[in-house]
């Protein structure tokens, strides 16, 4: 039993650093333009996600907590959209945390992890098929899928 009856969207409000670079970011990792943008907030409307997201300025006076939120994920298709949206974020200049990987430990991901410009974690992920749940390794480490960036 669900404690909300039909639910038609989801809805998140979060405080931003700097709310122009914190739209920009959130355009080019929705694909959306908001649908309002105000002095103080940014309106996102998603509708393939059924998702309405609020950028809110930090005009409390009080610091933001990034560790409190743990992150954002967005599941996509498969390993090649997770591939494809590294190539996105990097080509765009998102800060990088993880590269495309795929993860054994826990739930099986295939995963790419990034930071928003106030330092909020963004996991874009997609689930592992039957194939590659059978592909896992015995010492169960991560598997990058691009690689390595030359330092």
Known sequence: MTMIVSPEEFHISIRVADLAESTKFYTAFL???????MPRFSTFLVPSLKLNLVLLVNDSGKPLDTYSLYHIGLGVRDKAAVIESFSRAR?????????????????????LWLRD?????????ARLNLEELSAMPLDMEPTYLVPAEPT
């Open 31 to 37: 694909g959306v333009e908001p649908k309002d943008r």
């Open 91 to 111: 080509a765009a200049g998102a800060h990088i945390v993880k590269p495309p990987r795929t993860t054994w430990r826990g739930t099986p991901l295939h995963e």
């Open 117 to 125: 410009p106030t330092g909020y974690g963004i996991e874009v992920y």
